[in-house]
């Protein structure tokens, strides 16, 4: 079976997007003045805003978001699920020089886990990680790695709390340093906070 062209494959391009990676996934959508770059790959059923820009070497998910404005540069994984809010930043070089030209290994990676959120006009400093369903609030500027479930505010990013699965802030009112157990105000899901302040789904989803 041959491979499938641009053409045949089952993905929408607005007339006015520039995609020139043949690496994308059925259903998704890249709309007006988006430019996709080729050796990106996008996964299926995502949704990519005017404006966007995706660099080569960027692993994109299934299912995912890149609202308006939105730049994702090389050496940046975006897992599945994953929503990146208007104009976030990301970045792939912690010392940059305009004279100085990196590509490849010396530029730093980047990874966003499933299910997270990038809240708009977010900064995201090279060389971290997003854990799965943490939430970075809206103009966040992450310099350090998030646990799952986290929510994320301010410069430099601080935890203000848990998000749960459904988005709604956990109640951690009756949290002590010990082992706590938490419960979703919204949707009942369960879990368990751990000494080492690391949360986990303990109702599987």
């Not at 690496?23 to 709309?31: K, L, Q």
């Not at 912690?94 to 490849?104: D, F, M, S, V």
């Not at 400093?125 to 500027?141: D, K, M």
Request: some cysteine; proline content about 4%.
């Amino acid at each position: 079976m041959s491979t499938p062209t641009l053409l045949e494959k089952k993905f929408y391009v607005h007339p006015k997007a520039l995609v020139e990676s043949d690496d994308i996934g059925d259903h998704t959508r890249v709309w007006a003045f988006a430019h996709v770059m080729k050796g990106s790959r996008i996964g299926a059923d995502c949704n990519i805003g005017d404006h966007a820009f995706v660099e080569s070497g960027v692993r994109l998910g299934n299912n995912v978001t890149v609202k308006n404005g939105v730049s994702i540069w090389q050496g940046v994984e975006i897992g599945n699920d994953v929503f990146l809010g208007p104009n976030c930043v990301f970045t792939n070089d912690p010392n940059p020089r305009a004279y100085i030209k990196k590509t490849g290994d010396s530029l730093v990676s980047t990874r966003v886990r499933t299910r997270a959120t990038v809240g708009a006009n977010a900064t995201i400093v090279c060389g971290i990680t997003i854990g799965q369903y943490a939430f970075i609030g809206a103009g966040t500027v992450v310099i350090r790695d998030v646990p799952d479930f986290a929510m994320m505010v301010g410069n430099p990013a601080r935890q203000i709390g848990w998000m749960c699965v459904c988005a709604t802030k956990l109640p951690t009112s009756s949290v002590s340093k010990s082992v706590s157990s938490l419960t979703c105000s919204s949707c009942g899901s369960l879990f368990t906070l751990a000494a080492d302040r690391t949360l986990a789904l303990k109702t599987p989803r």
